[in-house]
């Protein structure tokens, strides 16, 4: 590997803003938010979404319903099983 081509490794904290859950780890990411734990001082770097939030490690499973997708299929496929049951002469 090529020499002083890297950026350098600090220690961090990702913190995860939903649930409030920290991860230590090391990162070239920085932030200027800092914090001292054991004498080691740690970069802060915010996250939206860790294993403790994320409903496919948390069990939680959410359905997103934006403009009524969900309901929207149902109808379209209760209609096509109804058509069929039917036999609607065509």
């Known amino acids: ?3 002083d081509i890297h950026p350098p490794m600090h ?3 990702f913190r995860d803003t939903g649930v409030g859950a920290d991860f230590f780890g090391e990162s070239t990411a ?8 054991d004498g080691v ?3 802060v770097i915010p996250v939206e979404i ?3 939030s994320h409903p496919f490690y ?4 959410n359905i997103v319903d934006t403009a009524g997708r ?3 299929f149902r109808t379209r496929a209760s209609k096509r099983a ?5 036999g609607d002469g065509q």
């Open 1 to 3: 590997m090529k020499k």
């Open 41 to 43: 001082e740690y970069y």
């Open 70 to 72: 969900v309901e929207k």
């Open 50 to 52: 860790s294993s403790a």
């Open 30 to 37: 920085v932030s200027e938010q800092k914090e001292t734990v």
């Open 82 to 86: 109804s058509a069929k049951k039917g």
């Open 58 to 61: 948390t069990g939680e499973e």
């Open 11 to 13: 220690p961090v904290i």
